[in-house]
C-alpha cells in the first residue's frame, strides 16, 4: 500500500513535457492499455463474428427477401427481390408455426419437471452419506450423457419399431398388444423419454456438484438443531443450490424450444413426426429441403425471438423469486 | 435434446452452420467447370451407383473432356437440397441426374440448360415418347430421359396362395376383396402398407385413374386435385383403411425400417410400386427370394393396362456451367452410348428409356421373382406390356406438394377422417404457394 501510494505520488503530474520525455515507456503502455483486454479477446471475436454474428445477420437480411416470378407459369428463372416483412406474416399466419411452438411447450411443461425432478432426488439420494456404491451409480446415471443426441435418437429408435423392437417382443411373447411408440398421440412422450433419460445424468450431476459446495457447518448445526435428513435436504440442499436450478431450469426451457435432433431422427421411422413438428424442424424443412432460405430465415428469426423472450422472462421471474 | 449448454451450443452451432452454409453460398463464386491444357473438366452428379465405370469409359474415348463422377446420397431432402445450394453457391455439378417430378421445380428455379440448342432433337426417335414429353416444357428440352417408373404390384405369392387366392388381382375391386382375404390370415397381416407421406405412388394412380392434378392453360396451372377421378381413388383407399386392410402405422410405411422387416417377414403382402422397386424388394426382402411375383397394376375397367409412373429420372445440364456444349455432349452420350447403357441396364438396373437398350433389358428371368412362374419372371416384360397414360404434368413447386399432401393425408389418417376430405385443402393450398410466388395458378374443379 505505502509503495503504491509512494509511486503514485512520485509521478509527475500529466501534462508534465520534460517528465513525458524521460519516462516515455510507462506512459505508452498506460496509454494503451484499453487495448489490451481486446487483443486477447481477438480471437474470439473474430471467430465469434464469422460464426455467429454474421451468418446471423445475413439470415435476417434474406428474411425480407423472396424469389419471386411475375404471372404465368413460373417456369423462367426468378428474381430475388425485396418483400419487407411479407416472409414474416406469411410464418406468422401459419398455424402449423403455432401448433409447433404449442407442442414444444407442451413437451416442456411434462418433460422438465419430470426430468428436473428426478436429477434433484437422484442428486439428493447421492448426496445423503448412506449411499453405497456411489461412484457407480454416479456414473451409470452420467453415461447417457456422454452418447451423442442423435445416436441415442437412433438407439431408441430401435426400442420403438414395433417390427423389430425387443420390447414389442416381450409384449408379444405375453400374449399382449405392444404398445405404440411411435403414434400419433405417443411418439412426443417417447421422445420425452429419450431426452429424459440422456439429460437426467447431467443435471444430477450439476446439482450434485452444487450441493458438495455447501458448508459442512451447515449440516452440523442443522443436526445439532435436530433436523432430520429429509428436513436438511428440504430446509438446506434445496435452497442452497437453487442457483444451479435455475440454471438446468434455463438450459432445458431453451433446448426445448430449439427441439430437433430427436425427431428429426425418429421422423425416419414414422409418419407421426410431421415436417411441421417443432418449429425447428419447420424452419429447417422450408430453409434448407424446400431451399426457401428467405422465409426459413424468417422462421429462425422468429424462433430466436421467441427463445430469447421466453429465457429472459424466466430470469426475471426467478429472480424475483428468490 | 436441450438443458445442457453442450446441447445449446450443439444447436445454437447448427443453426450457425446452416446459416453460415447460405452465407458463404451467396459470398462462394466461380463453377466446377474448368479447363486446363485444353481439356475440359466436368462434374457429374447422380445417386446411381457405377456412375464412375460409365464417366471412365467417356473419358477413355473423349481425350478434349474429363468427367469426374461423384455419387451422392439419395434420401428425400438430401439430394435436391444440395443440388440447389450448389447452384446458389456457384458451385454446381455440369451434370446432373434429375428425377422428372423435379423436373418443372428446378426449371421454375431457373436451375436448368434448354439443350435443344446442342442437338437434343436429332436422338429424339431414340427415346420413349411418354419420357420425352416430361422433359420437354414450352418448346425447351431440359435432360435425356434415363430411366422409366411405371407402376405395377409386386406380391409375395405364398402369403397369396395362402389366403387362398391363386392368381393377383387385375381389378381395383379384386384388391380390395383379396385385402380382405388376406387380413384374414392374422391381424398383424396385411395387403399391403398405406404410405400416407410418401406421396409419389399415390399420385401415380391418380394418373392411372386418368386424373391430372397440374395441367396448364394457357398462362396460368390449372391445379386438379379434387377432381371426380381423384375422388374416385381417394374413397377407394378410404374404404381399405376405414376397415382397417391396410397397414396404416406409420412406422410401417415404405422405406420404414418397420416395412423392411415386414417385407422379410411376410406381414406385408404387397407393394404397389415402379419398375425399379423390384431392386427395393431384393435388398429388404432376401429372405423371401423366390416368393414374389410381378403383376401389371389393378385396373378401373377389366381389360385395361393403364398405368401412371413413379420416378424415373433424367440427365440435365445445369445452369452456370462454362461449358454447356460439353456439359450437353456428356449428357447426349451418357444415354444413347451402347457401353454406357449397358452398365446402366446390366448394373445399375435401369428400366432404360431409351428404347434399344429397353430390348436388351428384356430378356433375363429373375429367379428372386419365381413366385408364379418357376425360374422366375423377366420382371421389366411386365412393366413393358403396361400402358403408361401421357398427360400427366409435375408442379413448379414440388416440395411443398409433397408436403401438403403428405402433412394432410397423414392427419386425416391419425383422426380418422378420409382421404377424400382433405382433397380441397391440399388443392387450395397448393394454389396459394404457386400464387404467393407469382405464379398464376387456377382451380380445376
Known sequence: ?322 | MQHTPRRTIASIGSVVVVALSLFLAACGGGGSGSSSGGVVNLTFWSFNQQITEQADKFNATHPNIHVTAIKQPSGFGQYYPKVLAAIKAGDAPDVALIEYQYVPTFVSKGALVDLTPYGANDVKSQFDPGAWALESINGAFYGYPQDTGPEGLFYNAAIFKKAGITSPPKTWDEYAADAKKIHALGKNVYISAFSATNTGWYQALNWQAGANWFSTNGNSWVIDVNSAKSQQVAAFWDNLISQGLVDTNSADGDFQPGWNNALDHGTIASWISAVWGQGVIKGNAADTKGQWAVAPLPQWTAGNKDTGAWGGSGISVITGTKHPKEAAEFAQWYLTNPDSLKIGVNEIGWYPSNLQARQTALTTPDPFFAGSQSGGQIVDQVFANENLLSGWAFPPDLDAVTNFQGNDFNTAITNHLSLASQLPAIQNQIINDLTSQGISATAGS
Open chain 1, 1 to 322: 500500500m505505502a509503495t503504491k501510494t509512494e509511486l503514485v505520488a512520485a509521478s509527475p503530474p500529466a501534462g508534465v513535457v520534460t517528465s513525458r520525455a524521460a519516462k516515455p515507456r510507462p506512459r505508452i503502455s498506460l496509454s494503451f492499455s484499453w487495448l489490451w483486454p481486446y487483443l486477447f479477446l481477438l480471437p474470439f471475436l473474430i471467430v465469434f463474428v464469422a460464426f455467429f454474428v454474421a451468418p446471423f445477420a445475413y439470415t435476417v437480411i434474406q428474411s425480407f427477401y423472396a424469389e419471386k416470378h411475375f404471372g404465368g407459369l413460373g417456369l423462367t428463372p426468378p428474381k430475388v427481390v425485396w418483400v419487407g416483412f411479407d416472409n414474416y406474416k406469411q410464418a406468422l399466419s401459419n398455424p402449423d408455426l403455432w401448433d409447433g411452438f404449442k407442442r414444444v411447450i407442451l413437451f416442456g411443461l411434462i418433460q422438465i419437471p419430470i426430468m428436473m425432478g428426478l436429477a434433484l432426488v437422484f442428486a439428493l439420494l447421492m448426496d445423503s452419506a448412506v449411499t453405497r456404491f456411489r461412484r457407480f451409480f454416479r456414473l451409470s446415471a452420467f453415461i447417457p450423457y456422454a452418447v451423442p443426441g442423435v445416436v441415442a435418437a437412433i438407439l431408441w429408435g430401435f426400442f420403438y419399431t414395433p417390427t423389430i423392437s425387443p420390447i414389442a417382443q416381450i409384449f408379444r411373447s405375453l400374449n399382449l398388444n405392444p404398445p405404440d411408440f411411435l403414434g400419433a398421440s405417443t411418439v412426443l412422450a417417447s421422445i420425452g423419454n429419450i431426452s429424459t433419460w440422456e439429460f437426467m445424468g447431467y443435471n444430477m450431476l450439476i446439482f450434485f456438484a452444487a450441493m458438495q459446495a455447501i458448508p459442512q457447518e451447515l449440516y452440523e448445526s442443522a443436526r445439532i438443531d435436530g433436523l432430520t435428513e429429509v428436513g436438511i435436504a428440504r430446509y438446506i440442499k434445496v435452497p442452497m443450490i437453487s442457483p444451479a436450478l435455475r440454471l438446468g431450469l434455463l438450459f432445458s426451457l431453451i433446448g426445448t424450444l430449439q427441439l430437433f435432433n430427436e425427431p428429426e431422427v425418429l421422423k425416419g421411422l414414422t409418419g407421426a413426426i410431421t415436417p411441421t413438428f417443432t418449429p425447428n424442424i419447420y424452419a429447417y424443412n422450408i430453409g434448407i429441403i424446400q431451399n426457401n432460405y428467405y422465409l426459413g430465415g424468417a422462421i429462425a428469426a422468429i424462433m430466436g425471438v421467441i427463445t430469447f423472450v421466453f429465457s429472459f422472462a424466466f430470469m426475471r421471474l426467478t429472480q424475483r423469486a428468490s
